[in-house]
């Protein structure tokens, strides 16, 4: 009993430590009612009417003979014909030899970076990747995991000149290297120059010893060609070894697909224990995915995805024309197309809680989640919002920071 009493007070420590530096994690539930400028459902999906009659449609049309759970691990009782199905609809939708669907992008993530490289390859990772792509990588058997500067195709070139120069198997091209690369990114929002760093990598790994795994998540629904991407947007896939679509944000789901060629796939499901010790997916999540990737392929997310550009640029124009602000209270960044926007301010906390007690959900962003030094509030838009709440948003901004400096006039 000693003992545990002594970790509990090592997990109290731990949270005040936490508190102490005003990073302490806590979950919290919408108020009803309250504007949505924080959650990934970036075409508003979740809440769309005939996203919700279609599922229906799905899950009712099928006979009692489909199980609603899966029953186990894909390879084991977990496998269907209609995820098997799904797997080609999808690949085809994005243009890909094939897919493989995982429970979530974080479990997609874990399975392909802790498994794909091999023992002597080197992993190049953005520096701004994911935090679940970080997990894969540490269970990864890969030589050397070695970031570079965010969305730089120079630092890319940088750090990978130096592999070469100082390791003959990766210039000789007996070992490999994977760049990790998210197509949008979430914190920021910001697009990565993909077709730059494929330019880099051709450059320098002439041999093809150079494999692109990207991450798709933030870009899927909303980007590209009927909402298939950033990378079939630059129509760049054949460049691409893997690339990780995720259906919990814009898709207004659960999961995610890894699309690749057939042989990873196999290999995947060989050893990707992210995939090979858990349950499926159940049928439910199934068809919520069908459904989405219907509406996709159908066009019927067009004009949401027409509303929310519409917002993004009245979002935009509003900034400008309001745009007062100190800079040393608040300085919004913001890369053009995105829905994402960073309110950088040294109070996110503050801010963020003056926003929400108008009725405005939006979160402040803390170290880890983001460097030290790069709090913010991230603002989402979504094709459900309205140019009047964007305005009164903005107008509760604006007086939070006159607010702000007017209490602390020496910033
Ligand atoms: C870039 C990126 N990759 C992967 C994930 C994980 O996806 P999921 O939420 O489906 O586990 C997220 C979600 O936070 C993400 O932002």
């Not at 479990?107 to 390859?121: H, K, L, M, Y």
């Not at 120079?154 to 120069?165: H, W």
């Not at 917002?311 to 124009?317: D, E, N, S």
């Amino acid at each position: 009993m000693a003992s545990s009493k002594s970790l509990l007070n090592s997990f109290q420590a731990a949270l005040q430590r936490r508190e102490a530096k005003s990073s302490r994690r806590r979950l919290t539930v919408l108020p009803p009612g309250s504007v949505d400028f924080s959650s990934n459902d970036f075409l508003s999906l979740s809440t769309s009417s005939s996203f919700r009659s279609r599922f229906l449609h799905h899950v009712n049309s099928t006979p009692v003979s489909q199980p609603l759970a899966s029953g186990g691990s894909r390879l084991l009782d977990g496998n269907s014909h209609y995820a098997e199905e799904l797997e080609k609809f999808i690949a085809g939708f994005h243009n890909a030899p094939g897919g493989l669907l995982f429970n979530s992008g974080y479990d997609a993530n874990v399975g392909v970076f802790s498994c794909i490289p091999q023992p002597g390859d080197v992993i190049l990772y953005d520096e701004l990747i994911h935090a679940s792509i970080h997990e894969g990588m540490r269970l990864s058997r890969a030589t050397r995991r070695l970031k570079f500067s965010h969305n730089s195709p120079s630092g890319l070139k940088e750090v990978l000149q130096k592999q070469i120069e100082d390791d003959q198997t990766i210039a000789n091209g007996t070992r490999n290297v994977f760049i990790a690369l998210e197509s949008v990114y979430s914190m920021d929002g910001d697009i990565a120059p993909v077709k730059e760093f494929i330019q880099v990598v051709h450059d320098l790994l002439p041999r093809g010893n150079g494999y692109f795994i990207v991450d798709e998540a933030h870009a899927t629904g909303v980007f590209g060609p009927r909402g298939a991407g950033v990378i079939q947007g630059l129509d760049v896939q054949k460049h691409m070894f893997i690339r990780v679509h995720t259906f919990g944000k814009a898709l207004a789901s659960h999961g995610a697909i890894v699309l690749c060629d057939s042989l990873t796939r196999d290999y995947l499901i060989n050893y990707a224990r992210s995939l090979i010790y858990t349950t499926a997916l159940a049928f439910p999540s199934l068809a919520s995915i069908r459904t989405a990737y219907e509406l996709l392929q159908q066009e019927e997310t067009e004009s949401l995805r027409q509303n929310l550009k519409h917002l993004i640029q009245h979002f935009r124009a509003r900034l400008k024309e309001i745009q007062p602000a100190d800079s040393s209270i608040l300085e919004v960044d913001h890369f053009p197309d995105s829905p994402i926007f960073s309110f950088r301010s040294p109070f996110p906390r503050d801010l963020a809680t003056a926003c929400q007690q108008k009725g405005f959900i939006v979160r402040a962003i803390m170290p880890p989640t983001v460097p030290a030094g790069k709090e913010r509030v991230r603002v989402c838009l979504h094709a459900g919002n309205t140019t009047k709440e964007i305005d009164d948003f903005l107008k509760v901004v604006q007086e939070w920071a006159a607010q702000k400096k007017a209490a602390v006039p020496h910033l």
